[in-house]
């Protein structure tokens, strides 16, 4: 929600004259931002954008909008986790709300990170989530292999739903024997002792 509404501060700054003093440099950073307008708002950004620098300077505004690896994954993997099989399919938050809508992204530098490095998106391609990046020998393994949007403070939220759905399962038993067998799940299935 943060990258919205960052994009939604800056349309609106961009279109209140006089609220900006004459000169001010502006960069906008989004992280996975979800769709925020349909076409006509993608052009409107980008005059907004054209005429601010046409006033300021070319260097006056710099946006740039970062997916990571998987983002367009990340909520798939979930509904598995929260045994929703039957629920239709989740799109990670930088495919949301679908193109069915009408959404479209409008920034224009879209970026890709994956193993430590940036990649550019090309136009063409910037309303998908996933992207075939060939491998780099010696690259180190992703930072957030399921998706920026399930590690939030440096938790994994998909563990945390993993556990709150194994947890289900186990107190249906009436007896106190969940606890244990909850511990000894966490120990075998994440490597992890509670204890």
């Given at each position: 929600m943060g990258a919205a509404l960052s994009n939604y501060l800056a349309v609106g700054l961009l279109t209140n004259d006089g609220m900006l003093p004459p000169g001010t440099r502006?960069?906008?950073?989004?992280?996975?931002?979800?769709?925020?307008?349909d076409r006509a708002f993608a052009s409107f950004w980008k005059k907004l954008v054209e005429d601010y620098r046409t006033s300021n300077g070319q260097d006056s505004f710099q946006e740039y909008c970062l997916r990571a690896y998987n983002d367009g994954e990340s909520d798939r993997a979930l509904v598995r986790q929260l045994n929703c099989s039957n629920s239709p399919f989740l799109p990670g938050i930088p495919m949301l709300p679908p193109m069915t809508t009408g959404y479209v992204h409008h920034t224009m530098n879209p970026l890709f990170l994956r193993n430590d490095r940036l990649f550019r998106i090309p136009d063409s391609e910037k309303e998908y989530g996933s992207y075939d990046i060939p491998a780099v020998e010696d690259a180190p393994p992703p930072l957030h292999p399921k998706g920026g949007h399930n590690y939030y403070n440096g938790r994994e939220l998909e563990k945390l739903a993993r556990r709150a759905d194994t947890l289900m399962?186990?107190?249906?038993?009436e007896d106190d024997l969940w606890v244990e067998s909850y511990l000894e799940w966490i120990t075998r299935v994440e490597k992890y002792s509670l204890t």
């Open positions: 502006i960069k906008i950073v989004t992280f996975g931002s979800p769709r925020v307008g399962q186990l107190m249906k038993d």
